[in-house]
């Protein structure tokens, strides 16, 4: 099993930057791919960001050039570089993993609680 645990999240203004992180607790973490995921006020949950276990990545066409996913295998630790933020981005951000690659699909196993990120215009 894993624990994920969101950190990084606040209130900036638009075109300003963030970086959250996700920090995992349990065994064979370099074994999982993860993904972060968004969630905004009466909307569904949309996929970001994943890494696959090899360290390939994908991105929603939304944040493309923007955001970085990446992780430190070493720290056990997730992160999403936000760049050029933008109102839109406003939404709860949650963490995510599995063995299993669903890249932005939400089918993930494990889920942290969430962090919030509200960009202001």
């Known amino acids: 099993q894993v624990q994920l645990v969101e950190s990084g999240g606040g209130t900036v203004q638009a075109g300003g930057s963030l970086r959250l992180s996700c920090a995992a607790s349990?065994?064979?973490?370099?074994?999982?791919?993860m993904a972060w995921f968004r969630q905004g006020p009466g909307q569904e949950r949309e996929g970001v960001a994943g890494i696959d276990d090899d360290g390939d990545t994908t991105y929603a066409d939304s944040v493309k050039g923007r955001f970085t996913i990446s992780h430190d295998n070493a720290k056990n630790i997730l992160y999403l570089q936000m760049n050029s933020l933008k109102p839109e981005d406003t939404a709860m951000y949650y963490c995510a993993a599995d063995l299993i690659n669903w890249w932005l699909l939400a089918k993930y196993v494990y889920w942290g609680q969430g962090t919030q990120v509200t960009v202001s215009s």
């Open positions: 349990g065994d064979s973490y370099s074994s999982y791919c």
